[in-house]
């Protein structure tokens, strides 16, 4: 594919370049960067549509600010795909998201113009106040800026930095960036707050007239202008929640003109006496046709054709999250006690299918994890059937509420986690590598993961048929392995296992989605003339305990295999066979788990091979447990 034509932007290898053009030059620098970052992203798939949506920010930002000196923090880092580009990682953006890549997100190892790395939301205002006041104490000048986006500002923390703000540091800059879009539309009142500032027509009328008059007035006489407009603004709308926090409310302004911008942020800089939030209003997947009309299906992308922004397909086998949806709708359509709770990611956990289903039992609570536990522990306690459905990295936000608002109390909401395991291309930060460990520590909590897409559908109707504690089911990224099958509806019996094949040397027992390479692996060592028995565990917690004694009796080595972190299942099976008295006769245990490193992004079977946990290591693991393995550096 032919590479966009250029001519501005090759120019610029760090932002100290970018400074040196005219004004006049941005609105070229701006198109020449919206159709690099299309055509890089149409190679390598990613985020598109967030970073579309603030080219023109990005530009400004670099071009009035003296970054990396003043910091730049962008709230979760998916929009910063142009910020790349112009801060000297333009000749690596083709390698967004693949192994030894640049990273999707911002990342503090990749360059000193990433001051602060983050995936998850609404962190940036916090992480900003911290610079701030860092800054403060040395006696310095530089400036902080807060890129935060409107779904962002549906979390709690963001309002928490926001009230201490005002009271530790008299310089901050806040960008509010508002495009009526995160990853589904954002949710409550705050949204609404939003759009009806930007949508005042006498806010409009007045901001027009102030711009001409302005314009009219001439460039020596512009910032009186521009004072005009910002006093009309303020007595039309005024911005009175963020002013009530403590902030100067400019705005709101129009995020795609490039000469707006860079005046506003040059006149933001000036502002010493308390700290800044600047409203700015973009539209999503702006520039590219496909990506405005559809922003959410052009929030993450495959690889796609540049002309007709079709994206590539994957397998056809269904996915493990369309599985968990059908599942859900199949036990809502006997209960309707069931509701399902999403933070925000409805197409992302699959509750989309469920909400144009049972619209009136869905609830998108926004980025608020913490809040979704919470809710759904109340809709527990007077006798709803919650699920709720978030991914394994973002329930460790809501973790505190886990176990003081469910676990305690002993409430049965049931948490769907999808995601559990690795995630290739996201990297570490959106791998769900903990929740075992950290679910498991709570008494009374049952914790369940899917071997195939029919284990996953009959641990929904297990969890749906649970009312008196909590309990949690996990499942992977990707396509569902195995076929359903006439039981697919068929509850589970609590705490049980499975043996799927019979051996008499190793004994390989599974907990989760590894199951496949589990077997493959089974088939490598019989190969090898060693008898092998594969397990399913099904449940972490209560742990089948009389399948656990008989593989441990009646074999000589034991392999436990789990997509999680050191901690989790294999912990707890060598805490009961230590308990039981089984480890004192010789037995050769392995836990096989997720390395103890945050694996970077990569294609998933070659971070499967790096952590240990694809078929051949697994055989290979007992090998050496036999003493007749190849010993291999782990990732």
């Known amino acids: 594919m032919a590479l966009p034509n250029t001519p501005l932007l090759d120019q610029i290898k760090l932002p100290a370049d970018l400074r040196k053009l005219e004004g006049s030059q941005l609105a070229q620098v701006c198109e020449e960067l919206r159709a690099e970052m299309i055509s890089a992203v149409s190679q390598t798939g990613g985020h598109l549509g967030a970073g579309l949506g603030v080219v023109e920010l990005t530009v400004a930002l670099h071009y009035v600010f003296n970054t990396p000196t003043d910091k730049v923090i962008w709230d979760v880092g998916h929009q910063a795909y142009p910020h790349k580009i112009l801060t000297g990682r333009r000749d690596r953006i083709r390698t967004l998201r693949q192994g030894n890549g640049l990273s999707g997100f911002t990342k503090r190892a990749e360059s000193e113009y990433d001051p602060f790395g983050a995936a998850h939301a609404s962190t940036s205002i916090s992480a900003g106040l911290g610079f701030a006041v860092a800054r403060d104490k040395r006696g310095e000048t530089s400036n902080v800026i807060a890129v935060i986006g409107d779904g962002s500002m549906s979390a709690g923390m963001a309002y928490e930095a926001m009230n201490n703000a005002a009271e530790t540091t008299k310089r901050l800059i806040v960008i509010l960036n508002d495009n009526d879009m995160s990853i589904a539309p954002p949710v409550g009142g705050m949204s609404t707050y939003l759009a009806r500032l930007a949508a005042t027509k006498t806010y409009r009328r007045i901001r027009k007239t102030a711009k001409n008059v302005a314009s009219a007035l001439g460039e020596t006489v512009h910032d009186v202008g521009k004072k005009v407009e ?28 490039i000469d707006v911008l860079r005046r506003v942020l040059a006149n933001a800089k000036e502002i010493d006496d308390r700290p800044v939030l600047i409203h700015v209003v973009t539209k999503k997947g702006k520039g590219y046709a496909p990506a405005e009309n559809a922003a959410d299906k052009y929030h993450g992308v495959t690889k796609f054709n540049v002309v007709t922004g079709e994206q590539s397909k994957g ?192 004994a390989l027992l599974n907990f989760g989605a590894r199951m496949s390479e589990a077997d493959k692996a089974a088939d490598k060592l019989g190969a090898m003339g060693l008898s092998t028995t594969l397990a399913d565990a099904r449940f972490a917690k209560p742990l089948d305990e009389d399948l656990i004694r008989r593989l441990a009796r009646e074999h000589e080595v034991l392999l436990t295999i789990e997509e999680g972190s050191i901690g989790g299942f294999g912990a707890f099976v060598l805490h009961f066979l230590a308990a039981d008295g089984l480890l004192d006769r010789g037995l050769k245990i392995r836990t096989l788990t997720l390395p103890d490193i945050f694996q970077d992004q990569d294609k998933p079977e070659a971070m499967y091979a790096a952590a240990g946990l694809d078929a051949d290591a697994i055989a290979n693991a007992a090998l050496l447990a036999l003493g007749r393995g190849v010993n291999e550096q782990r990732a």
């Open 315 to 506: 397998a056809s086998a269904p996915s493990y999250t369309k599985v968990f949806a059908q599942a859900l709708v199949r036990e809502a359509e006997k209960d309707d006690k069931i509701v399902a709770i999403t933070a925000a990611m409805p197409s992302g956990t699959g509750l989309d299918l469920f909400g144009s289903k049972f619209p009136e039992r869905t609830f998108d609570v926004g980025i608020a994890e913490q809040h979704a536990v919470t809710f759904a522990a109340g809709l527990a306690a007077d006798g709803m059937k919650p699920f709720c459905t978030i991914y394994s990295t973002f329930l460790q936000r809501g973790y505190d509420q886990v176990v003081h608002d469910v676990a305690i109390q002993k409430l049965p909401v049931r948490f769907a986690i999808d995601r559990a395991g690795l995630v290739g291309a996201d990297g570490p930060t959106h791998a769900g590598s903990f929740d075992v460990g950290y679910l498991g520590a709570l008494p009374g909590f049952i914790i369940m993961a899917a071997a195939d897409g029919n284990d996953l559908s009959r641990m929904v109707a297990t969890c749906a048929a649970i009312d008196d504690r909590p309990s949690a089911v996990r499942y992977p990224r990707g396509d569902a392995e195995g076929v359903m099958q006439a039981d697919a509806a068929v509850p589970l019996e609590i705490g049980k296992g499975r043996i799927l094949r019979e051996g008499a040397s190793v």
């Open 230 to 257: 910002e006093y009309a603004r303020t007595l039309v709308t005024g911005g009175t929640f963020f002013e009530e926090l403590g902030f100067h409310y400019l705005g709101p302004f129009d995020g795609h003109d």
